[in-house]
């Protein structure tokens, strides 16, 4: 193998060693199709390089969740900072967002939410919700 497949290879197991879905949830999934967990730990690595933060308070047995730290706020309604799950039930095909102090659930296939996640980082309490259409 080349110099150049190895560090590939070197950085990916470095990648896969500092997963940030702990051993615990990715151990519950496991009854789970190999081909989703495999997506579900690529998720994770690439929000989580976005600087989107695994919820181990919020995560179990029925959804994973993120949520993104510089939304954060004091808000009198909704969540205090925007946050995103992927539920079990639905094979983590969907992605729901709930933008910081708001209720609203808004559903996103993975591509989608990789179109729009610019506006969902971007997005404070009380400014405009984004477009999404």
Same mark, same amino acid.
């Given at each position: 193998m080349s110099k150049r497949g190895d560090a590939k290879k070197a950085?990916?197991?470095?990648? $896969?060693? /500092? /997963?940030? =879905? @702990? /051993? =615990?949830?990715?151990? $519950? %999934? /496991?009854?789970? @199709?190999? +081909?989703?967990?495999?997506? %579900?730990? *690529?998720?994770? *690595?690439?929000?989580?390089?976005? +600087?989107?933060?695994?919820? *181990?308070e919020e995560s179990n047995d029925d959804y994973a969740v993120w949520f993104f730290e510089p939304s954060g706020a004091e808000v009198a309604d909704g969540l205090p900072v925007t946050s995103l799950w992927l539920d079990a039930a639905e094979d983590g095909a969907i992605v729901r967002v709930v933008l910081v102090g708001t209720t609203a659930q808004h559903p996103f296939t993975h591509p989608q939410l990789f179109a729009h996640l610019d506006a969902i980082e971007a997005y404070r309490d009380g400014s405009p919700v984004p477009d999404f259409g």
């Amino acid at each position: 193998m080349s110099k150049r497949g190895d560090a590939k290879k070197a950085r990916r197991k470095k990648r $896969q060693s /500092a /997963a940030r =879905v @702990p /051993a =615990v949830i990715m151990d $519950q %999934l /496991a009854a789970i @199709p190999d +081909g989703i967990v495999a997506d %579900l730990a *690529e998720f994770d *690595e690439r929000i989580t390089a976005r +600087g989107w933060t695994f919820d *181990e308070e919020e995560s179990n047995d029925d959804y994973a969740v993120w949520f993104f730290e510089p939304s954060g706020a004091e808000v009198a309604d909704g969540l205090p900072v925007t946050s995103l799950w992927l539920d079990a039930a639905e094979d983590g095909a969907i992605v729901r967002v709930v933008l910081v102090g708001t209720t609203a659930q808004h559903p996103f296939t993975h591509p989608q939410l990789f179109a729009h996640l610019d506006a969902i980082e971007a997005y404070r309490d009380g400014s405009p919700v984004p477009d999404f259409g």
